[in-house]
């Protein structure tokens, strides 16, 4: 090579190097120490891979006649060679980990890298495991044939009468849901009969074994019929207490408030959090519309992915379930709190209210039994909804879009994290506290001492209700029986401090990212 074409490729491997460096040098220190503890782990499980790899094959030449025409004999190196896929995948994510310089793609790409490798390495212990499992079995013959007949009586003797009340009653009160009630009670019947038909099946190989004449074939099925019978001891249990728990779940509704946002340092880290309130209506007695209401507060940190999804969305329902749903059925839009129970207008009125005539105006009026869910709701600055808010919101919701309460795109939102509402409801947040609304544009007229009402809605008269506070699960009384409301600051909650957090950019409103 000569001199001068020798020169250009050394300035440019300077070069390349040098922007690696700038590359690497623009992430936050806590991120870059993150990316250096990952690439140690990415080499240990790398390591713990091979190490799984190794063992199964030993275990595969160690006793051929056990392995010889069962399914695990090509599975398990199916799956150690679909972990060595994933493993690669992540060394390239960490590869251009090293040419990133923007936090939030670092962050994403971290993210992947890590999932990629946990799974990697839970495969690789979870394969290694299973052979190791097989030659044991193999060496205890009397101790396994000891446990699989205890699985058995487990799961023969599984009493399903106390579930199948349960399940009757639930069936009379939400009669929507009695196919699937019943098809998860026959699952729980049929458990029983698949153990009762596996265990006769192997009559013959537990003779063998009990008298010490088993071979390879004979003992790997009883290996097999030993992680059915296991497994579907323990999914017995399982779905038998998910049976009752899915049936707790038709009685209650529930929505989940973002009541609070938080960014944070903890020590190098920075840390996202939110304050999650939920408002539950637990029904007593169906057919009497009985019900009590209960409030529960909760700090938890999320990722930065996650906590930008919601960044405008303080005050807001994120999850909401009617009574008669299970859990898995909730509705995960984004809306204004309390808006889920409203009827529509062409309906008239629900067990929660009705659209009354105000001054030539619809507007929803809660029955006094709901009040108390309206308080937790929306606290002591409720204020009325009229129906073409309502509408506004319908037609949001049905175009997918995330409803503010804007009437025009100039008007002030009156939900959400700058909306003018929130801005009162919750002034003592953090997220008020820190300086969150004071990235609003319309930021001005709650420093005035002014709420710039939003055009098209009519004024609001003040409301006085019992006092607004929040409450770490405790109960408010019932709509039958009384009804009882305080207040107690929910675990954890710090209002007022000085302390400023990084407010991150805002998303324009009406559309979820």
């Given at each position: 090579?000569?001199?001068?074409?020798?020169y250009?490729?050394i300035?440019?491997?300077?070069?390349?190097?040098?922007?690696?460096l700038?590359?690497?040098?623009?992430?936050?220190?806590?991120l870059?120490?993150?990316i250096?503890?990952?690439?140690?782990n990415?080499?240990?499980?790398?390591?713990?891979l091979q190490?799984?790899?190794?063992?199964?094959r030993?275990?595969?030449?160690?006793?051929?006649?056990?392995?010889?025409?069962t399914?695990?004999?090509?599975?398990?190196?199916?799956?150690?060679?679909?972990?060595?896929a994933?493993?690669?995948?992540a060394?390239?994510?960490?590869?251009?980990?090293?040419?990133?310089?923007d936090?939030r793609?670092?962050?994403?790409?971290?993210?992947?890298?890590?999932?990629?490798?946990?799974?990697?390495?839970?495969?690789?212990?979870?394969?290694?495991?299973?052979a190791?499992?097989?030659?044991?079995?193999?060496?205890?013959?009397?101790?396994?044939?000891?446990?699989?007949?205890?699985?058995?009586?487990?799961?023969?003797?599984?009493d399903?009468?106390?579930?199948?009340?349960?399940?009757?009653?639930a069936?009379?009160?939400?009669?929507?849901?009695?196919?699937?009630?019943d098809?998860?009670l026959?699952?729980?019947?049929q458990?029983?009969?698949?153990?009762?038909?596996?265990?006769?099946?192997?009559?013959?190989?537990r003779?063998?074994?009990?008298?010490?004449?088993?071979?390879?074939?004979?003992?790997?099925?009883l290996?097999?019929?030993?992680?059915v019978l296991?497994?579907?001891?323990?999914?017995?249990?399982?779905?038998?207490?998910q049976l009752?728990?899915?049936?707790?779940q038709?009685?209650?509704?529930?929505?989940?408030?973002?009541a609070?946002l938080?960014?944070a340092?903890?020590?190098?880290?920075?840390v996202?959090?939110?304050k999650?309130?939920?408002v539950?209506?637990?029904?007593?007695?169906?057919?009497?519309?009985k019900?009590?209401?209960s409030?529960?507060?909760?700090?938890?940190?999320?990722?930065?992915?996650?906590?930008?999804?919601?960044?405008?969305?303080?005050?807001?329902?994120?999850?909401?379930?009617?009574?008669?749903?299970?859990?898995?059925?909730?509705?995960?839009?984004?809306q204004?709190?309390?808006?889920?129970?409203?009827a529509?207008p062409?309906?008239?009125?629900?067990?929660?209210?009705?659209?009354?005539h105000?001054?030539?105006?619809?507007v929803?009026?809660?029955?006094?039994?709901?009040?108390?869910?309206?308080?937790?709701?929306?606290?002591?600055?409720?204020?009325?909804?009229?129906?073409n808010?309502?509408?506004?919101?319908?037609?949001?919701?049905?175009?997918?879009?995330?409803?503010?309460?804007?009437?025009?795109?100039?008007s002030p939102p009156?939900?959400g994290?700058?909306?003018?509402?929130?801005?009162q409801r919750y002034?003592?947040?953090?997220?008020v506290?820190s300086?969150g609304?004071a990235?609003?544009g319309?930021?001005?007229?709650r420093a005035?001492?002014?709420?710039?009402?939003?055009?098209?809605?009519?004024p609001s008269?003040?409301?006085s209700?019992?006092?607004?506070?929040?409450?770490?699960?405790?109960r408010?009384?019932?709509?039958?029986?009384g009804?009882?409301?305080g207040?107690?600051?929910?675990?954890?909650?710090?209002?007022?401090?000085?302390?400023?957090?990084?407010r991150?950019?805002?998303r324009?409103?009406?559309?979820r990212?």
């Open positions: 090579m000569n001199p001068r074409k020798r250009v490729a300035a440019g491997a300077l070069i390349a190097a040098a922007l690696l700038v590359s690497c040098d623009t992430l936050p220190r806590a870059r120490n993150q250096a503890s990952e690439k140690e990415l080499r240990q499980t790398e390591g713990q190490h799984s790899a190794d063992t199964v030993d275990d595969l030449a160690h006793s051929p006649d056990l392995f010889r025409g399914p695990v004999a090509t599975a398990w190196p199916s799956r150690l060679q679909s972990a060595r994933s493993l690669d995948r060394k390239g994510d960490m590869q251009q980990l090293d040419r990133v310089s936090p793609r670092a962050e994403a790409l971290l993210s992947e890298e890590r999932g990629l490798r946990q799974s990697v390495a839970r495969d690789a212990e979870s394969v290694e495991s299973d190791n499992s097989w030659l044991d079995f193999e060496r205890n013959v009397p101790h396994y044939l000891t446990a699989m007949l205890r699985e058995y009586d487990d799961i023969h003797g599984f399903l009468t106390p579930v199948a009340a349960i399940v009757q009653k069936e009379q009160d939400w009669p929507a849901k009695k196919a699937v009630l098809g998860r026959a699952a729980l019947r458990s029983s009969d698949s153990a009762e038909t596996q265990w006769r099946a192997t009559e013959s190989a003779q063998a074994a009990t008298a010490g004449t088993a071979a390879g074939p004979a003992i790997a099925t290996i097999q019929a030993n992680d296991q497994h579907d001891d323990n999914q017995l249990k399982h779905d038998a207490d009752r728990a899915e049936c707790g038709l009685y209650d509704s529930w929505d989940k408030i973002l609070d938080e960014v340092h903890r020590g190098s880290d920075m996202y959090s939110e999650i309130s939920t539950r209506i637990h029904y007593i007695d169906v057919a009497a519309k019900t009590e209401t409030t529960d507060n909760k700090w938890v940190d999320v990722s930065a992915p996650t906590y930008r999804t919601v960044e405008n969305d303080l005050g807001m329902t994120i999850a909401h379930k009617d009574a008669g749903l299970f859990d898995s059925e909730a509705q995960n839009n984004v204004p709190p309390g808006f889920a129970y409203i529509s062409s309906v008239g009125s629900n067990q929660y209210g009705y659209w009354s105000d001054a030539g105006h619809s929803w009026t809660w029955l006094p039994e709901y009040l108390v869910m309206r308080e937790l709701l929306w606290g002591h600055r409720y204020q009325p909804i009229y129906v808010e309502y509408n506004g919101y319908q037609s949001a919701l049905r175009s997918g879009r995330v409803y503010y309460g804007q009437e025009t795109p100039n009156k939900y994290s700058h909306g003018t509402f929130t801005a002034a003592g947040s953090r997220y506290q300086g609304y990235g609003s319309y930021a001005s007229n005035a001492g002014t709420s710039r009402p939003e055009s098209g809605f009519l008269s003040p409301r209700t019992p006092g607004e506070g929040s409450s770490a699960g405790k408010f009384g019932g709509s039958s029986n009804e009882r409301f207040s107690n600051r929910g675990s954890g909650q710090r209002f007022g401090s000085s302390r400023p957090s990084p991150m950019p805002g324009s409103f009406g559309h990212r």
